[in-house]
């Protein structure tokens, strides 16, 4: 099991200048980092990847920053499923100049879409071709592709972890995983322990929140059925906590996050990290 966190404890936008970053999250004892990109996120991915490489540390990325709405594997529009397929495969291209292990998050449409309907047959049928077309590009590049469920808050297509595993059934290819997220899961899963062991070996990570987006420990997410069925399954993959760093100004609420739960990114990461440890080795 690789324990690892997010870039947005540590910083609202991912540069250059934030290398240092790589080397305190090493030396809080993290195994892997997810970067959130976008089209804003302008960096070198060269000096990324060589200090990562350097400090052992693994990477992942996922869509957080600028992702334009025309750019939808679900979209009913022919145009806009193109657009996103290539927008997604553009990703990919960056998460392999990186090294990066993965590209994640809700692949299969546009975060923060959320349409008066539950997902119709003909949406995961288009989202389905559109995932096998960008899991077979990026096998080709040695990336592998997570989905992650999301809460009905955030998109109206896949919220449970169910779902996720309808949309990999259909997409029918070996280079697609899922990500699940204890925060997401707060809202829409009642059993995490069944879900967790619905997925089975089609789990890549887990993102490893608190249902207050604070560090995990403490508050509504049951630790102990996770860490039992993570056991259950055989889990190596990354567990990789995800908040949004608070003492930014604006940038938490701009994330829909209105109270403190991450003032200190390094105090977050090694109260956590100390947390999810013992999990480990106790349940």
């Known amino acids: 099991m690789k324990f690892g966190a997010h870039s947005y404890i540590f910083t609202d936008r991912w540069c250059d200048g934030c290398l240092g970053i790589l080397d305190?999250?090493?030396?809080?004892?993290?195994?892997c980092f997810d970067i959130a990109v976008g089209d804003d996120v302008p960096?070198?991915?060269?000096?990324t990847r060589r200090r990562a490489e350097a400090l052992g540390l693994e990477l992942a990325i996922s869509p957080g920053g600028l992702w334009p709405l025309e750019c939808d594997l679900s979209s009913d529009d022919p145009a806009e499923r193109q657009a996103g397929l290539?927008?997604?495969?553009?990703?990919?291209?960056?998460?392999?100049?990186?090294g990066a292990a993965a590209y994640t998050g809700s692949l299969y449409g546009h975060t923060g879409v959320v349409r008066p309907h539950p997902p119709q047959p003909d949406e995961y049928a288009r989202i389905a071709d559109g995932l096998h077309r960008?899991?077979?590009?990026?096998?080709?590049?040695?990336?592998f592709i997570a989905i992650e469920p999301m809460s009905h808050f955030r998109t109206h297509l896949v919220n449970r972890p169910e779902q996720a595993l309808r949309l990999l059934e259909l997409a029918a290819h070996p280079n697609l995983?899922?990500?699940l997220d204890t925060y997401h899961m707060v809202v829409e899963v009642r059993d995490y322990g069944a879900a967790i062991r619905a997925a089975g070996s089609r789990l890549?990570?887990?993102?490893?929140?608190?249902?207050?987006?604070?560090?995990?420990?403490?508050?509504?997410?049951?630790?102990g059925q996770v860490f039992q069925a993570l056991r259950d399954i055989a889990?190596?993959?990354w567990v990789v906590m995800e908040a949004y760093n608070s003492s930014i100004p604006g940038f938490a609420w701009q994330r829909g996050m209105f109270h403190n739960a991450c003032p200190?990114?390094?105090?977050?990461?090694r109260r956590g990290l100390s947390f999810l440890q013992e999990m480990n080795k106790t349940t």
């Open 24 to 31: 305190e999250a090493a030396a809080l004892g993290l195994d």
């Open 43 to 47: 960096f070198t991915p060269a000096l």
């Open 86 to 98: 290539a927008w997604h495969k553009k990703q990919v291209d960056l998460a392999a100049e990186l």
């Open 134 to 143: 960008l899991a077979e590009y990026a096998q080709g590049r040695g990336v």
């Open 177 to 179: 995983g899922v990500l």
């Open 204 to 223: 890549w990570g887990l993102h490893a929140c608190e249902n207050d987006r604070g560090v995990p420990g403490g508050g509504l997410v049951p630790w």
């Open 235 to 237: 889990f190596d993959g």
């Open 264 to 269: 200190d990114a390094s105090a977050f990461i």
